[in-house]
């Protein structure tokens, strides 16, 4: 990683800690990334299946201070050399985000400097501004997490009105279902996406509900996971997972395609682009030859995509952010 020099610009430190990871990240103006550093307690939550939210926030606690020494660290600058502060304020887990948002408050107000908060989606989108592949609105983005999964008409960089979201599960909490269901621990999206390499996504046809415009809806294929492994028996499944897990992922992925091309074509014929965490998936990726992909590496959260997005917002001044709050949903 090339050390910054004078002619960097400003250096945003970002901060992340909505959900499971706990991150920080040194980001210049020009969206150049001099470290992300990413701590995921996936391990810590996985006999759970599922998120903890008190075990998360006391977790990032540990790690928040850690985390944001090591992106400094690896970015070769000091504190003196930030100009400003980028903290996700929400949508998350409301304990887990207060982690980061205090963090940034302290840090801030210590150095007088202007903190920036952040929509933790409109973060996902800012991936795509990153160098050195960054891309220039207008474009038609899906954004498919573990939260999430929403169509988005992205006209400026700092702001997206929604075409289309899920109306139960979210795409990356189907991929984390299935996986729960075919015995692959959590979170499964990645572990899917290995397995089906090895499968028949032909073997078995799962139902994806076509809901009207542009709205997604995946409660019932996660059904039809159940029972099809529920009528195979313990032995049969564990012939058929890769075929299973191939043919639950391509249905997934057919129904992102599906409607994210029918957005694009609805917003005269659009780019498209793909954010967040299931825009990892392998399937998803080689099946949009066309669309600008969040680059691997900031996909599934983190803080450079979160002092990206601050490149483009207003910053409060100090001290006016201190009585600054999270919020736990979309607003
Ligand atoms: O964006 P993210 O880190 O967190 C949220 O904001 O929700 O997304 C995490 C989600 C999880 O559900 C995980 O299973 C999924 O992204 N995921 C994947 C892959 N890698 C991560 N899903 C499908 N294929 C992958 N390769
Ligand atoms: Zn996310």
Avoid at 23 to 33: D, I, L, R
Avoid at 218 to 238: C, H, I, M, N, Q
Wanted: net charge negative; with cysteine.
């Amino acid at each position: 990683m090339e050390r910054p020099d004078a002619a960097a610009g400003a250096l945003i430190l970002g901060i992340e800690t909505s959900c499971d990871e706990t991150a920080a990240a040194v980001v210049s103006e020009s969206g150049e990334v001099l470290s992300s550093v990413v701590s995921s307690q996936a391990d810590l939550h996985a006999r759970y299946g599922g998120v903890v939210p008190e075990v998360a926030s006391r977790r990032h606690l540990e790690l928040v201070t850690p985390v944001i020494g090591g992106a400094l660290e690896r970015a070769g600058v000091g504190l003196a050399a930030i100009d400003r502060i980028a903290v996700t304020r929400g949508p998350g887990l409301v304990g887990a985000l207060l982690v980061g948002i205090s963090a940034a408050k302290a840090i801030a107000w210590a150095r007088r400097l202007p903190l920036v908060p952040v929509d933790h989606l409109l973060g996902h989108v800012a991936s795509l501004f990153l160098r050195p592949a960054a891309i220039e609105p207008p474009f038609v983005c899906l954004l498919a997490s573990g939260g999430h999964t929403m169509l988005l008409d992205v006209r400026a960089p700092e702001a997206f009105t929604i075409l289309g979201s899920t109306l139960d599960d979210a795409a990356g909490e189907a991929f984390d279902k299935g996986a729960r269901l075919l015995g692959l621990g959590y979170p499964g999206g990645a572990a899917i996406d290995r397995l089906a390499k090895e499968g028949d996504p032909t073997a078995y046809r799962f139902p994806v509900a076509r809901v009207p415009g542009l709205d997604f809806s995946f409660s019932g294929l996660k059904t039809a996971l159940l029972y099809t492994v529920r009528d195979l028996g313990p032995d049969e499944l564990e012939r058929r997972r890769a075929d299973l897990a191939a043919s639950y992922q391509r249905a997934i992925v057919r129904a992102l395609v599906e409607r994210l091309e029918a957005a694009s074509r609805g917003a005269g014929e659009a780019p498209v682009a793909v954010v967040g965490g299931v825009a990892a998936n392998s399937e998803l990726r080689g099946s949009l030859p066309d669309a600008a992909l969040a680059p691997l590496a900031y996909c599934t959260d983190n803080a450079a995509m979160i002092a990206s997005a601050a490149r483009f917002l207003t910053a409060l001044p100090c001290p006016s952010y201190l009585d600054l709050d999270a919020y736990a949903s979309a607003a």
